[in-house]
């Protein structure tokens, strides 16, 4: 086990797995350590409790119809959904 995965660990035990004290806290270390693996945690931990990445909002949910064409002389459509940040704007794409 290396040291990022040591000061994962203790964070969320000080932190009692609070994920609004703990994805700051990593985004910090992040910055000033630059090791891909406080990102990649930051990334897994809000794509499973539905938060946005730069801010750790909750995300919200919009689905759309696409057209994509025709089959047997009827419209085709495709739905389409989207997860968008309501206080800063991020979006994620399709998923």
């Known amino acids: 086990m290396d040291y990022v ?3 994962i660990d203790s964070l969320f ?10 994805l700051p806290v990593l985004s910090e270390l992040y910055h000033f350590t ?3 693996q406080f990102d990649e945690k930051i990334e897994v931990l809000c794509m499973k409790n539905n938060l946005c990445k730069k801010c750790f909002s909750k995300l919200t949910t919009y689905q759309e119809e696409d057209l994509i064409g025709e089959y047997m002389g009827q419209p085709a459509y495709q739905t389409l959904y989207h997860r968008v940040c309501p206080e800063c704007g991020y979006f994620v794409p399709e998923f």
């Open 13 to 22: 035990e000080h932190c009692n797995e609070d994920l609004q004290e703990i």
């Open 34 to 36: 630059k090791d891909y």
């Open 5 to 7: 995965d040591l000061i």
